[in-house]
């Protein structure tokens, strides 16, 4: 699949004419997909090595690792992850020997050293099992010595989370590939490594891989019995009541602590019997979706909240029947919430018991009109499908807010539906927000309410910080969507997924552009739905022609685009007259299940990566999305 990102000039040219005109560039398939930069770094490399020499081919490999090294620098996520699926490309082509294999090992490192992000970080561990299983002896010893020891060493230093978080995935990736099975050239290791070590790298294996452990040699055989595991029902082979008499079997006997427990749909489990077990009793990550939706949670879930982490709660009737208990979860910071009905007081009662939360997310939940947040460490919150109930959402107190994230799958489909009110008071260092109707009246910052006192005060002031946002428009809408830009003098991302209204005329009639600050400074702009008719037209031409600093423009199309189509597009919207010199056009297709909404697809699990997610509003840059 070749990038289409084109000139209007190129778009004219035979494809492979163009290739020729310029060296291998990887960025350039930024859109392509795993599979095509894979095929293409192929194609690449094996019609060099036969025309090249020896010395040659090294120096082009050479030029691909410095590109690889380069993506990997940037802020940007999709940038990365592009750079790892060239670097897991490059593994299988028999080029590059001993030198290929040090220098990727040497690449791998560095993002374990300087990425935090676990949508990369997770990625890079796949990579480098990869790696380490590729080239047999060689390949092994040289991703020990550049990163397993790396990795222990970090493990053994200060504890810093990221670097503990990467480390952790680093050593999985290791014991899943085989690093530890065979001496490799009489030094191991892994296997070496005290018992402590290694039942901390067995905690985060699935509850399959971690038994499998016990095959691996003598010295593993009973270290899963006595490690921290995680005991997950969706690796755990059989039906429903087979996976309950293994449950059952591992809450009674397992000597050591459960880290994590995952439930999916278990009919007539004895949930509030394996709650009591005592080896659950320093559980860190409860994870739960309840097979019938009236059914009760009991009330022993409470004894986890000491030690808790992480919460997943889904499918359930949640706290319904039952007086309303005291909430303390002292060291919670990932609350997930799906799938069920809360009341407004409880709901609230819980926030207020999470004194260190950091994420939220709450995915098809109803039961409460208004979400009022006030937090000293919330940092990402998603509200996905609220299924209409809510009318007013507001973020009173949260210093530490980086990011709102909001999604209404039906919304195209069921345009009656009430947006609720969305109010900001205080939250400093909101950067990420989205998605907000084109109705400005429904924003509604600090304590003024009006929108001409919105826009003639200094109230602005207040969303300085806010770099990416999401608009519905119906339209699109010219003049709402430029109300928001007034709001955010900032923006430097802007994504806007347009409902088709026949009678929109696009033509902005208020004052000089030149008083819109964000135009200055909006570097990528994403029209989703995009038709082609004149209003869509009208609609991009303003952003084509005004948008001084506008790196990219990207028409996500319903249908077939052509390449006659795209060529007419770049007349109708007078490519020739844009206001950025570097200004370029991309346009896209999208099909039945790429849903174009951004990172927000059905399902809580899939939904929460819109919590750490460099952009939950680009789908490129999620791996659920790319395999949808």
Known sequence: MEPSRLSPEAAGKPQGLIAKDRWFSIAAYISSGEGGIAAALRKHVEEEARHLSSE??????????????????????????????????????????????????????????????????????????????????????????????????????????????????????????????????????????PD??????????????????????????????????????????????????????????????????????????????????????????????????????????????????????????????????????????????????????????????????????????????????NSQTLRSIGVCNDMGSMSEIVIENAPCLERFVRSDLFRRTSPLRRAPVFRVISAPKLAILGSLTDNVDKLKLGTRVSQQEMVAGNLEMLMRGVKVLNITSSGPNLDAVLGFLRVFPFLEKLYIMSSLQKDMQNVHHHEPTALIESLHHIRYVELKCYTGTDSDVDFAKFFVHNAKALELMKFVVEGRCTQKWRTDQYKCLQFDSRASPNALLDFRSYSGHAYPAGCIRRGNHHNEHVLSMANPFDSSSCSHCRDA
């Open 56 to 193: 040659d081919l090294l120096s082009v490999m050479d030029q691909l690792y410095e590109q690889i090294s380069s993506l990997l620098q940037s802020n940007d996520a999709t940038e990365s992850l592009l750079a790892l699926h060239a670097i897991d490309a490059l593994i299988d082509l028999p080029v590059g020997g001993a030198s290929k294999v040090s220098k990727l090992a040497n690449v791998l490192k560095n993002v374990f050293e300087v990425k935090r992000d676990p949508e990369i970080l997770v990625p890079a561990s796949t990579v480098l099992g990869h790696l380490a299983n590729a080239g047999g002896a060689l390949t092994g010893h040289e991703v020990e010595r550049q990163i397993i020891t790396t990795a222990l060493g970090w493990l053994g230093a200060d504890r810093v989370e990221y670097r503990r978080f990467a480390a952790l995935l680093i050593l999985k990736a290791a014991a899943d590939c085989g690093v530890k099975k065979v001496k490799r050239e009489g030094i191991d290791l892994i296997s070496d490594l």
């Open 196 to 373: 402590e070590t290694l039942c901390t790298i067995i905690s985060f294996l699935r509850t399959d891989d971690a038994v499998r452990t016990s095959a691996l040699s003598r010295r593993w055989r009973h270290l899963w019995r006595s490690a921290s595991i995680n005991l997950d029902t969706a690796h755990i082979p059989g039906f429903c009541p087979e996976q309950i008499e293994v449950v059952t079997e591992i809450l009674s006997e397992h000597q050591g602590p459960i880290r994590r427990l995952h439930l999916n749909s278990l009919y007539f489990a004895d949930l509030d019997g394996w709650f009591r077990s005592p080896a659950l009793a320093n559980l860190q990550e409860f994870d739960i979706y309840v097979a019938k939706f009236d059914d009760v949670l009991p009330l022993s879930v409470l004894r986890f909240a000491p030690t808790l982490r992480v919460a997943r709660i889904a499918h359930c009737s949640f706290f319904e029947d039952e007086e309303v208990p005291v909430f303390n979860f002292p060291y919670l910071k990932t609350l997930v919430l799906g799938f069920l009905s809360v009341y407004e007081g409880t709901l609230h009662s819980i926030l207020s018991g999470c004194p260190v939360l950091e994420d939220l997310l709450l995915d098809s939940c109803d039961g409460f009109r208004r979400l009022v947040i």
